[in-house]
């Protein structure tokens, strides 16, 4: 018979996602009257803006006609749709050719640890984005977990302590950097001076920073950098993730892409962007032609400032989910709330409390779903996120019940 994949074998739990939505689903089953609210998942609650559901309604009837019907396109997807992203979001950062179109930020993450394998070494943020070590868990290139962590993973705190930027000394030589920011799930920024830091190392010491950008749109202070491609030096040691889901919606539709400069290199001399297209051209064949035309309608004087607008709804939840765990109830249980108005993630930390125990209490008090931070990593226990994706009238109700909680 067929031996077992190792990386299964190594993965110490389930998928963590899933596992808050299980014990949902057990706590609804035996609760039938709840009426339970999620601020879990950062998954997207409000309707496409019209003109872009249009777009995407019209790209599919054109598809009927014989003059509008189109086959495989270029894996790499719409040459259209890769100059609008580098005219919109790059200027001149990075050219078209250098945009690769996919179908989401998860699934470009897993094929970029396809790109490097399982001999490499990997670093990241501390709670972190569960996708980035389950990947490189299932790829082979974590290693097996001892009780504190992956062995081939240097796991870097992020907390409040360290203003949530890592201690970079950590990271050893020719390693994969795994950096989010806007941080799912903290919520903090990295600043230019310190995103300056984080390229100043990884070319200083041969590593290659995986950037996942797909908060940016979130971003308020004009301060704070939305891409690493501001950040000189970063073309020789840098790959952008981003994604339409959380800006337009699309966590259903499913539209992403990377941006792999033509400066980065293997150590062998060879281009990482050569590499990355046979990846995608191999593993992958370009993603939905409707949905690339509804990608071009965001990404328009309208579809723009649409989409701002969305953002804007979701940003006056976490504002109020931010004020309610500021309130004299959580204030008497010891909480610090974290939340920096450039996120839809609110990071609360309960001293000497464990995740998942908070996340009961709230689902059993409030009915209201929470993510537990331990489930990002070693440094997330104690803290709980709060997603701000969801209907106004909801987050109100679950604020309200929230504020008469007493812990
Ligand atoms: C999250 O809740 O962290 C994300 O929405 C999950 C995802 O984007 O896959």
Not at 20 to 26: G, T
Not at 328 to 339: D, L, M, R, T, W
Request: hydrophobic share 40%; charged share 20%; with cysteine.
């Amino acid at each position: 018979m067929i031996k077992r994949n190792n990386g299964f074998k190594n993965l110490t739990a389930g998928y963590l996602f899933p596992e808050v939505a299980r014990r949902r689903r057990e706590y609804a089953a035996s609760h039938p009257d709840a009426k339970i609210i999620s601020l879990g998942i950062g998954n997207t609650t409000e309707p496409l803006p019209e003109y872009i559901a249009k777009a995407l309604s019209d790209a599919a009837l054109a598809l009927g006609t014989p003059e509008g019907y189109s086959g495989y396109g270029d894996e790499q997807g719409l040459t259209a749709l890769r100059q609008k992203i580098a005219d919109v979001f790059y200027k001149d950062m990075a050219t078209a050719d250098e945009v690769f179109i996919s179908d989401g930020a998860k699934c470009d993450i897993a094929r970029v640890q396809t790109l490097f394998g399982s001999k490499v070494k990997i670093a990241v943020q501390d709670p972190a984005y569960p996708v980035y070590v389950d990947g490189s868990v299932i790829v082979g290139a974590a290693g097996k977990n001892n009780g504190k962590g992956y062995k081939g993973v240097t796991y870097m705190p992020c907390v409040p302590e360290n203003n949530f930027f890592p201690d970079l000394s950590k990271i050893k030589k020719n390693s994969i950097i795994y950096f989010c920011s806007p941080n799912n799930p903290t919520g903090a920024v990295s600043s230019k001076e310190e995103l300056q830091k984080l390229v100043d190392f990884a070319n200083a010491n041969g590593c290659i920073i995986i950037f996942d950008a797909a908060y940016r749109e979130f971003i308020r202070d004009p301060s704070l950098p939305k891409t690493i491609f501001e950040i000189p030096g970063s073309r020789t040691c840098a790959i952008e993730i981003n994604s339409f889901s959380k800006p337009a919606g699309f966590t259903g539709v499913r539209l992403g892409w990377s941006v792999v400069p033509k400066d980065l290199k293997f150590a062998d001399g060879s281009l990482v962007h050569a590499d990355w297209n046979r990846v995608m051209t191999t593993l992958f064949n370009g993603a939905s032609n409707i949905v690339q035309k509804g990608g071009l309608a965001c990404l328009d004087e309208q579809g723009l400032a649409s989409m701002k607008s969305v953002i804007d709804y979701y940003l006056v939840n976490a504002d109020l989910i931010k004020k309610t765990f500021e309130g004299e109830n959580f204030k008497k249980a010891g909480a610090q709330v974290y939340f920096t108005g450039n996120s839809p993630y609110i990071w609360v930390k309960f001293p000497g409390r464990k995740s998942w125990d908070i996340f009961d209490t709230l689902l059993d008090k409030c009915h209201v779903v929470t993510t537990p931070g331990s489930g990002f990593g070693p440094a997330g226990e104690s803290f709980i996120r709060i997603s701000a994706f969801g209907h106004q009238k909801d987050v109100q109700e679950a604020c309200e019940r929230l504020s008469k909680l007493e812990m």
